[in-house]
């Protein structure tokens, strides 16, 4: 079975600063896809960046960029320029494919404070 | 257009009570899957629709079912329900095999 630790449950960030969220990953798999989402007090699941494991090559998305290290099984989030609207809970996800399903196994979250 | 949607927003049961969520997919999406998500924890994949079928089931009991119909959209049932069941209830879409990158609002369920 997959598991997704995320070791911050709080971090803190001032208003254009930058700040890096941690996960770690087990499995066994070779194929697979890891996802960052940003939930807000709003409660709506929002995908921040996304990441094929076959693709050597971080992706980026505007601000936010990851850094994925497939042999230690690490994908952590920068946000570059951090605002107010960033305030939220970021969870890290892994996705395995097998067959016709797919299904996303979610880390217990890092809660990102943005202050003025 | 338009996203995932879910009703209702908002839902208050009794325990051993039955309940009903519903999700429509984004357009073009064929794959539907539902998560629950306790308070102040990360969602959990309940199960996972695709062709009118359950593909992948999480660790839940059968008092959660669900169904999808032809036009994709989805519906999450839950009977006798338990104080425990009290959650934030994830839709998610995408197309096969392709991953899950659009959410539904959620519909928040108090058991009471």
């Known amino acids: 079975a997959q598991t997704v630790t995320q070791s911050q449950p709080e971090m803190s960030v001032q208003e254009a600063e930058t700040v890096t969220l941690s996960c770690t990953y087990d499995?066994?798999?070779?194929?697979?896809?890891l996802f960052w989402y940003k939930q807000p007090p709003s409660r709506q699941m929002i995908l921040v960046i996304r990441?094929?494991?076959?693709?050597?090559q971080n992706a980026t998305e505007n601000r936010f960029s990851v850094n994925f290290q497939k042999a230690a099984k690490s994908f952590s989030l920068k946000i570059s320029d951090s605002q107010l609207g960033d305030t939220a809970m970021y969870f890290c996800?892994?996705?395995?494919?097998?067959?016709?399903?797919?299904?996303?196994?979610f880390g217990t979250g890092t809660r990102l404070q943005v202050t003025l | 257009d338009a996203g995932v949607t879910q009703s209702p927003t908002h839902l208050i049961k009794t325990r051993g009570q039955q309940v009903t969520l519903r999700c429509s997919p984004k357009?073009?999406?064929?794959?539907v899957s539902w998560y629950q998500q306790a308070l102040g924890q990360g969602p959990q994949f309940i199960f996972q629709?695709?062709?009118?079928?359950?593909?992948q089931r999480g660790n839940f009991p059968d008092r959660f079912s669900g169904h999808q119909f032809p036009n994709y959209s989805s519906e999450l049932n839950v009977n006798a329900l338990l104080l425990g069941d009290s959650a934030l209830y994830l839709c998610?879409?995408?197309?096969?095999?392709?991953?899950?990158?659009?959410f539904g609002p959620g519909t928040r369920l108090t058991v009471t």
């Open positions: 990441q094929e494991a076959y693709k050597q």
């Open positions: 998610a879409s995408g197309r096969r095999r392709a991953g899950q990158g659009h």
């Open positions: 996800a892994f996705m395995s494919v097998t067959g016709t399903a797919s299904k996303l196994t």
């Open positions: 499995t066994s798999e070779n194929n697979y896809y």
């Open positions: 629709y695709y062709e009118e079928e359950e593909r």
């Open positions: 357009s073009g999406h064929d794959t």
